[in-house]
């Protein structure tokens, strides 16, 4: 595992390390994170499932199956290869373009997600702020243009990411102290002392987590600026719990998200990262469903309908 400067990209292999460390307890950690990925798949699916067959759809209820997918893909990149590392030992191998392929894979559905959350508390304003033309605004065309864009914006910024981190020189030992290709964990490798290698990541960062970050906080101050504006504090509180799940996923995955990439290569700690890292892969998506089939009354109605049939 071995190789200089010279090695190209066909004969590279990394070596993810995983919990390695961690041998005692790798039966353990396996049976957990085995349980919590299944439960988070059969969360997601059955979101997915309850709003494909609803007729009528409103807007929020598309973006959040649109949510569903994308963590279903999310933990379907990330896990399987976790779970093996726990199996094997000495780590499990993955090649170069196998690397680069789960980066950019993972950047893409992060990314979209922090625009998604942007598409649903732009939703909430206009519900909210603009109630008699929801219906305009909120089209269903509309609603596909803005989830295409997500998705495409994302994938443009993933792939210059890992373009950008792929083409640097990798003379350390290719032996990855994580359980997954992230980008600080790959970062790290580089042999090179400058700060120019975490420009692209600084990059991404403004483009996937500031920018989306403010355009929330704009949402939400217009939509506090319009609660203040209501008399009847039931009316009040009716509209501000249609946004409390929102709220609750949107600080957990830009909580998780910033601490991780918003910060300088030298502050870098593995250990700290895999733990940061299983919480926003592994236990977020499990709790999104969680959050908004207890939030959302549409949810409740539809899952309430289906098991009636059932």
């Given at each position: 595992m071995e190789r200089g400067n010279k090695s190209t990209g066909a004969t590279i292999?990394?070596?993810?390390?995983?919990?390695?460390?961690?041998?005692?307890?790798?039966?353990?950690?396996?049976?957990?994170?085995?349980?919590?990925?299944?439960?988070?798949?059969?969360?997601?699916?059955?979101?997915?499932?309850?709003?494909?067959?609803?007729?009528?759809?409103?807007?929020?209820?598309?973006?959040?199956?649109?949510?569903?997918?994308l963590e279903l893909c999310y933990t379907l990149v990330i896990v399987p290869k976790a779970l093996l590392s726990l199996i094997v030992v000495?780590?499990?191998?993955?090649?170069?373009?196998?690397?680069?392929?789960?980066?950019?894979?993972?950047?893409?559905?992060?990314?979209?997600?922090?625009?998604?959350?942007?598409?649903m508390s732009y939703d909430r304003y206009v519900a909210i702020c603009q109630p008699l033309h929801y219906v305009a605004v909120m089209s269903e065309g509309f609603c596909l243009r803005l989830t295409v864009a997500c998705c495409l914006g994302a994938f443009a910024v993933a792939l210059g990411l890992t373009v950008a981190v792929f083409r640097l020189p990798f003379c350390q030992s290719y032996r990855i102290n994580?359980?997954?290709?992230?980008?600080?964990?790959v970062l790290h490798l580089a042999c090179t002392q400058s700060?120019?290698?975490?420009?692209?990541?600084?990059?991404?960062?403004?483009l996937l987590l500031l920018l989306p970050f403010i355009l929330i906080l704009t949402s939400y101050a217009c939509i506090a600026v319009a609660?203040?504006?209501?008399?009847?504090?039931?009316?009040?509180?009716?509209?501000?719990?249609?946004?409390?799940?929102?709220l609750v996923i949107t600080l957990l995955h830009y909580g998780c998200a910033t601490y991780v990439y918003v910060r300088p290569k030298s502050s870098?700690?593995?250990?700290?990262?895999?733990?940061?890292?299983?919480?926003y892969t592994?236990?977020?998506?499990?709790?999104?469903?969680?959050?908004?089939?207890?939030?959302?009354?549409?949810?409740?109605?539809?899952?309430?309908?289906?098991?009636?049939?059932?």
């Open positions: 292999e990394f070596l993810l390390l995983g919990f390695s460390e961690l041998l005692c307890l790798r039966v353990l950690l396996f049976l957990i994170f085995l349980i919590v990925h299944l439960v988070t798949l059969a969360g997601n699916v059955m979101i997915f499932i309850a709003v494909v067959m609803e007729p009528s759809r409103p807007p929020m209820l598309f973006f959040l199956c649109q949510l569903s997918v000495e780590g499990s191998t993955i090649s170069f373009i196998g690397c680069a392929a789960q980066m950019h894979l993972f950047v893409t559905l992060g990314g979209a997600e922090c625009f998604l959350l942007v598409a994580h359980f997954f290709c992230d980008v600080p964990a700060y120019t290698p975490e420009l692209p990541l600084l990059a991404a960062c403004v609660l203040l504006h209501v008399t009847s504090s039931v009316g009040r509180g009716k509209a501000f719990s249609t946004c409390i799940s929102h870098y700690s593995p250990a700290r990262d895999k733990v940061v890292s299983l919480v592994n236990i977020t998506p499990l709790l999104y469903p969680l959050i908004y089939s207890l939030r959302n009354k549409e949810i409740r109605g539809i899952l309430r309908k289906m098991l009636r049939r059932k």
